[in-house]
């Protein structure tokens, strides 16, 4: 795990980083308020032990900016204080830090406290993980398509570019809980998952968006792209196969594919992706539909 010292001590950052090598840390060094900020916003490191007093920005400020921060707040920082009052280490805990440890610090009492902010930060990052996952499938879950969508979305509303979303819906599978049971329609799930998985590139994010729906933001794609990756989608569920006893279950899927223009919001690519996907079902399913206000792709013009 990574931990950064912001400290204006030369002196001072020599010997907590000794210190902290010995555990086994990699270990990054600022030696003001400013170049931690910028340190933090680029290393993102799991734990910041932070000095006090420093002629920039005071270590109370900076903590106070990082907590403010959607994406640095989550990191724990630990105070190093010069001060053993109580007012001061009242306020440090106060404005987020997670512990402070007391100028000049003896070395199994930082070691020790770095090792417990560490082991909680650990279960932090677990249960975000899983907060974000689906358990049957594993891959990404509606709340973290959802965000990552809404950062897609903004992105392009910012800057020029091209977002694409893919909604999924296996044909009938219905009939697979109530004919196989639902272990059997468990594992469908998990088969189709991977058909879909195995078709994305690594910028793409696949998720899970309930029931028998997945979904695929597909970044720096139009419409007219993202259909081909939808259609090699429809193909890879299409050659999905499940051993049932005597019986090998066969699935297919419909999908509605949707491109962003700088004003849409992810809500308005959600609804354009389900209402070609609709129309996919309506048009007899295993087909990939593309929203009305998209271009054709050059072989269906
Ligand atoms: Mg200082």
Redesign the pocket.
């Known amino acids: 795990m990574k931990v950064l010292i912001v400290?204006?001590?030369p002196d001072?950052l020599t010997v907590a980083k000794a210190r902290l090598l010995k555990e086994g840390l990699e270990v990054i060094c600022a030696d003001g308020g400013r170049a931690g900020l910028e340190a933090a916003r680029v290393q993102h490191p799991d734990l910041i032990l932070l000095?006090?007093?420093?002629p920039d920005i005071s270590g109370f400020d900076l903590c106070q900016q990082l907590k403010a921060d959607a994406e640095l707040g989550m990191i724990p920082v630990i105070f190093l204080t010069?001060s053993s009052t109580t007012a001061d280490r009242v306020k440090g805990l106060d404005i987020g830090a997670v512990d402070y440890v007391t100028k000049p610090f003896d070395a199994f009492e930082l070691r020790a406290r770095v090792r417990a902010a560490l082991r909680t930060k650990h279960l932090q990052d677990l249960l975000i993980k899983h907060a974000r996952l689906d358990p049957l499938t594993e891959l990404p879950n509606r709340r973290a398509l959802m965000e990552r969508l809404q950062q897609e979305s903004s992105l392009i509303q910012r800057h020029d570019g091209s977002l694409s979303f893919i909604m999924a819906d296996i044909d009938h599978f219905k009939q697979v809980n109530d004919t196989h049971g639902h272990s059997a329609g468990d594992r469908l799930l998990q088969r189709v998952a991977q058909a879909i998985v195995g078709q994305c590139r690594q910028t793409d994010l696949p998720a899970r968006y309930g029931g028998e729906e997945f979904a695929v933001i597909v970044p720096g794609e139009d419409a007219s792209d993202a259909f081909y990756l939808a259609d090699r989608c429809r193909r890879a569920v299409e050659a999905v196969t499940l051993e049932l006893g005597p019986d090998t279950l066969r699935t297919t899927a419909s999908f509605g594919v949707a491109d962003a223009t700088g004003s849409s919001s992810g809500q308005d690519l959600i609804q354009a992706a389900d209402e070609a996907l609709y129309r996919a079902k309506q048009l007899g399913r295993n087909r990939v539909e593309l929203a009305a206000h998209t271009s054709q792709p050059a072989h269906l013009r």
């Open positions: 400290d204006d001590s001072a000095d006090v007093d420093m010069g």
